[in-house]
């Protein structure tokens, strides 16, 4: 038995942990922050006030995570983020299709304990910072609840990951609340005068069906009037969770300190809501559900927006604005909600989309006042209207990752963060970025270090696209369909649909592309062609454009709406082809067509998007001559997904055995290989509540080996799902050549590899 004596006053256990980076919040922001800048080589205090990671995503609150894909409702082609993000999600989608908010809370957890360089605070509040002078944060203070423990976290560096920005607000950074003045950034989406209007809270609900009568009985609070809600008619028994993201109050309100009033108001709304599902008797067919859960926390959206030395603008989205900088990218909507939310009689959001992804400058990333402050997550430096869109959560982590290898760069050069917009040194942060997965649109830096780069590459065979052949299943144009094909510079090749009409009908074709680099919003017509179809049973129709292109870049080719056609489609699946049909996603879209009434600085464009697998087949086709845009050097060509070409090396179907090799013309110490497989970033892999039709990617590559010039194994896998597959040798391998070979895909597909890097060991040699 241990007794304590009476004293007039006691303080707190008080440990001091000293690290290269303390990150304050673990949303998948921090976390993935936190994650990129351990790997990098920096110690890591990653403090999160919560008792999982995850923000929003966790299971308190169970949103689904998303980013520039956007549910597959936008334009944006091959656009789910890279790096450790991708990673969580890929991850995910393998343990956990089925979308439960319970184990994506796992594998996060999983991730960040296994780095060793991470220290993990849970259920940790910071609540004071303390300075060496005015601009540079010398400690921050925070208290753990569970464990009555008091924390001293110190560091050169730091990062507010944590939504409101509470670092920041206690270190005294700079930040904007509301909406800005139209006439402050020219942007046409802003309010004619500055104003305090947000984006408001959400709380979210789940049902299960018990299989019998199941009574409800609302509780005091409860909203009694559902035509208080203005949508009211909206509500269903089949929609719960974040499909019900539009339970939002909370944007008159201060967002930060008024919280708690918000989230009282949303739960008298959450129940009544369920009352009237269970109660008014419209919805018989809930007569066996149950309220399953219920979050205790809001979901928030907006609060504090720090100032950095850029802030990103509607123009910055819209125009795709390219910057030296750039270090991220985004690509949902800008997404404005009323400020009234679930009360208000207007649209619950306006979604405007941008003709492709946009870069984030890396001077959006940390405080133009606090010199060693760096921001992530939703409190970067943009613009209330431009914030609608890169404050999601997918969004979010990516550029979070480019904060924590900024901060692992600093602290190998002692630096602060802003030192490292000097030109050479964001080389080398994009370079670093890039080596870890990180998609940089238009940046495509040299890597010296990267031995794969000096090697001459050689396959087995590589992939000449000359058929999609077809199957026995067809679809009717109902819609305009296209197939989307990476063609080089010069002349357009000939291609051939299989096709049958039902009466005499004239069929138009169409060749189109982007107007703009990397994107893929087929906005000009290059060509049109119709083709009088007689009423016939299949047959083969040839459309030569007599077009030429001056680069490498996507055209779509275009069978416009037709209904008495039909046209075969095909059950292969390659690497960067994909089939599109002009049409709108109602979770992101209004119509197939964004068309703004007036002048709001958004431009007019069709959605021509693919279908989710099992379903999304490609139409067969036939082209003349074969595309050859598949070849092994595209595994060096430092971009890791397609964007004016596939990027990948993309093996014949007919191999037995696909296999690359890398020749040296001298021995080198081989001590790190990294190959980049294709897990389909068309697929947004919403990480909560959806489902997912597969565990593994279909062009993914399972079983792989990597063999040195003596056909020893240096490395065998045969059951990876992941992008990115990093092998650590045990031993430098002195070889003056690899071989990497694809034994199997998880679809049938045609094995494809986006990248191959080694690292040497020069002591070796």
Sequence with gaps: MLTYDAEHHRTPKTETLRADLVVVGGGLAGTCCGLTAARAGATVVLIQDRPVLGGNASSEIRLWALGATSHMGNNNRWAREGGAIDEILVENIYRNPEGNPLIFDTILLEKVAAEPNITLLLNTAVFEATKHDAGTIASVRAFCSQNSTMYLAEAPLFCDASGDGVLGFLAGAAFRMGAE??????????????????????????????????????????????????????????EHGCELWWIEYGGRLDTVHDTERIKWELWRVVYGVWNYIKNSGEFPEAETLTLEWVGTIPGKRESRRFEGDHILTQQDIVEQRPHDDAVSFGGWAIDLHPADG?????????????????????????????????????????????????????????????????????????????????????????RRLIRAGQYIPNVTPDDPGDLARQATIRASSSLELAELPPSDDWIRLDTSRAMLLPVAAGRVPALSFLVAADEPVPLEFQLRRCSRLESFTPDVTLAAKTIELPAAGAEWVTIDFDATTDADQYLFVCLMAQPQVRVHVSDRRVTGVLALEHGANKAVAESATQAPEGDLGIDTLEFWLPERRPGGRNLAMRIEPALKCFDARQVISGVDRPTTAPGAWVADPTDPRPTLSLHWDRPHAIRRIELVFDTDFDHPMESVLLGHSERAMPFCVRHFRILDAQGRVLHECRDNHQTRRPVELPEPAITDSLRVECLATWGGTPAALFRVSCEGDAGHL
Excluded at 226 to 238: A, D, G, L, M, V
Excluded at 364 to 380: D, E, K, P, Q, V
Aim: with cysteine; glycine share 4%.
């Design 181 to 238: 003045a139209r006439a402050e950034f020219s942007e046409k989406l802003a309010p004619s005068k500055a104003n305090c209007e947000l984006l408001g809270h959400s709380l979210y609900f789940y049902t299960k069906d018990t299989g019998k009568p199941v009574r409800f009985t609302p509780p005091a609070f409860a909203l009694a009037e559902i035509e208080q809600i203005p949508k009211y008619r909206r509500f269903n028994t089949r």
């Design 342 to 430: 679930v009360f208000s009689e207007l649209p619950s959001c306006r979604q405007w989309h941008a003709k492709g992804v946009y870069p984030i400058p890396y001077r959006c990333l940390y405080s133009r006042n606090i010199a060693n402050l760096l921001l992530a997550g939703r409190i970067i430096s943009a613009s209330h209207v431009a914030f609608a869109s890169s404050r999601v959560m997918a969004t979010c982590a990516h550029g979070a990752q480019a904060a924590g290898m900024a901060a692992a760069l600093c602290r190998e050069a002692s630096l602060q963060p802003r030192d490292l917009t000097a030109p050479e040194r964001m080389k080398e942060l994009q």
